[in-house]
């Protein structure tokens, strides 16, 4: 019988009972396993070496949403807007920097794991959007097109140019044109960055800047495709 793939998690770093702790919100997890995955939480540990020998368990690794990153990362000040209360964060931009420059693990990234999939990419961030509240905040729905083909597209069955409905749960968001190997494969109709994706047909690198693991529509497909090509690539490394 064929193992399922192993997919490691970011967890999220705080204080709980006035302890520090790794936290992983449950979703996440349950979306992993429910399309076919194991999820395995990566702990928040800002050691280089032992951040690159956990990936070697690893046939995918899954970048969670959270907290506002520093905007030190991109090289600006910060809005004083921005939530930057995230502990440990240099853990997620390590992680994310090898996940793009060294590795071919396939990656996905929601919400704040797809900016820091732009950010370690060399992009920048919106740090504030004029329309966050009215727009993006609170679990919100609007509409979103796909702009170019690419892991969405094929996974969700929506052509360029046509429409899905997204959740937002989000203030800041990914300025497309700053990407290096990056490119937008979706957008808001008010130009937001609603989606990121490596141009490689073989190996899955997408952030998606709206919750999935939140929709039961679109789940099965975004993370049945992911965990499609987790397994791919955990056969391809056995042979």
């Not at 994706?197 to 529509?217: A, S, T």
Request: aromatic letters at 8%; proline letters at 5%.
């Amino acid at each position: 019988m064929k193992k399922q793939p192993v997919i490691l998690l970011n967890a999220a770093f705080d204080t709980y009972n006035n302890r520090e702790c790794n936290i992983l919100i449950g979703q996440y997890a349950e979306r992993v396993a429910a399309a076919g995955g194991i999820p395995l939480i990566l702990p928040v540990i800002e050691n280089r070496e032992l951040i690159v020998s956990s990936l070697t368990a690893a046939d995918g690794v899954l970048l969670i949403g959270g907290k506002d990153y520093p905007a030190e990362f991109f090289g600006e000040t910060t809005h004083p807007a921005a939530d930057i209360t995230r502990k440990r964060p240099r853990y997620d931009l390590w992680l994310s920097q090898y996940l793009l420059q060294d590795s071919t693990l396939p990656v996905l990234g929601i919400c704040a794991g797809c900016q820091m999939l732009a950010i370690a990419d060399g992009g920048k961030l919106c740090q504030h959007l004029p329309n966050a509240d009215e727009y993006h905040r609170n679990g919100k729905f609007h509409s979103a097109a796909i702009c170019a083909d690419g892991w969405l597209s094929r996974s969700l069955g929506v052509a360029p140019g046509r429409e899905f409905t997204v959740n937002s749960f989000h203030h800041q968001a990914v300025l497309g044109k700053s990407l290096q190997q990056l490119q937008v494969t979706a957008c808001a109709a008010d130009g937001t960055v609603e989606a990121i994706e490596l141009p490689d047909k073989h190996r899955m690198v997408m952030g998606v800047q709206f919750h999935p693991e939140r929709m039961d529509d679109l789940a099965p497909a975004i993370f049945g495709a992911f965990i499609a090509n987790a397994a791919a690539y955990r056969s391809s490394r056995r042979d």
